[in-house]
């Protein structure tokens, strides 16, 4: 299987297929190592490819944690009943992707416990990517973030399905069916506020000023367009895409989306940080 067998954007592959049960892939399928025996234990990862799973689990948890402090305020905020059950859904997903991510540190043994001692004493402003240290002022932050950087973090976790490390792929399947509600909420939030603002909450002009200001930062969250790291991410079979890769599919994605919601999306070079 090629890296790009599977684009993001198409439904959630889980272990199921046509009603039958799909043996899970044991070997590695893309990258240097494409072939051999998947690793399963921390123990038989090579020291690089060590090293980088440990960021990326670190980043990935540092992202979950700080996503339930920024929707903590809304709960008791959002303009529905239903809005306030699915950020308590949501607050709740959240917690539990930085819980499954400090499963995968926990393997690597002190170093991890290390990592996930510093990650639960961080607080807002302190996490490592922007979009992660913006507080959600207005109810449209809540709907443009979960549309757009959510929907970053599912192509984040498409490229680790079926990865090299074993029981990373294995917790892809359920962060995904779950990050998928987050962003399909995003997406009925915005269109609420243009197309039934006077039944709703908000205004299309709010809604258009949250997309100016989360889908550059959403953008970024990709990462540099010549990154070493996400290459050598490649190579260990950890991830699919390179960041530029992965950065157009999902301009492609999110610009039918936004124009068919009734907003328009700012040019790609727009309040951009990472280039
Ligand atoms: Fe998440
Ligand atoms: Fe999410």
């Not at 809005?83 to 499963?103: K, M, P």
């Not at 549309?147 to 892809?172: K, N, T």
Request: with cysteine; hydrophobic share 35%.
């Amino acid at each position: 299987m090629s890296p790009d067998a599977t684009p993001p954007g198409t439904p959630v592959a889980s272990t199921l297929s046509g009603g039958k049960t799909v043996e899970p892939v044991r070997e590695v399928l893309w990258g240097t190592s494409a072939g051999i025996r998947k690793y399963e234990t921390a123990e038989e990862v090579p020291a690089e490819m060590r090293k980088l799973l440990v960021k990326l689990m670190v980043v990935q948890a540092d992202t979950e944690f700080a996503s339930v402090q920024q929707h903590r305020p809304w709960l008791d905020r959002a303009p529905t009943l239903e809005d306030r059950w699915i950020e308590a859904r949501i607050v709740a997903d959240e917690a539990r992707h930085g819980l499954q991510a400090c499963r995968i540190l926990r393997d690597f043994g002190e170093e991890g416990q290390r990592w996930i001692d510093e990650l639960l004493t961080k607080h807002e402003g302190e996490h490592k990517l922007d979009a992660f240290n913006m507080k959600f002022d207005r109810w449209s932050d809540v709907g443009a973030f979960t549309c757009f950087v959510d929907r970053v973090g599912v192509y984040q976790l498409r490229a680790f399905q079926e990865c090299s490390y074993g029981p990373l792929a294995r917790a892809m399947p359920l962060m995904l069916s779950e990050e998928q509600l987050h962003l399909n909420f995003g997406g009925s939030v915005l269109r609420r506020m243009v197309q039934e603002a006077e039944r709703y909450y908000g205004s299309p002009e709010e809604a258009q000023a949250a997309v100016n200001k989360w889908y550059p930062r959403a953008l970024d969250m990709f990462g540099h367009s010549q990154s070493e790291t996400s290459r050598r991410a490649i190579e260990f079979g950890l991830k699919r895409w390179t960041n530029e890769e992965a950065r157009r599919r999902y301009i492609e994605e999110v610009s039918g989306l936004v124009r068919s919601v009734g907003l328009e999306l700012p040019p790609e070079g727009f309040d951009r940080h990472v280039l």
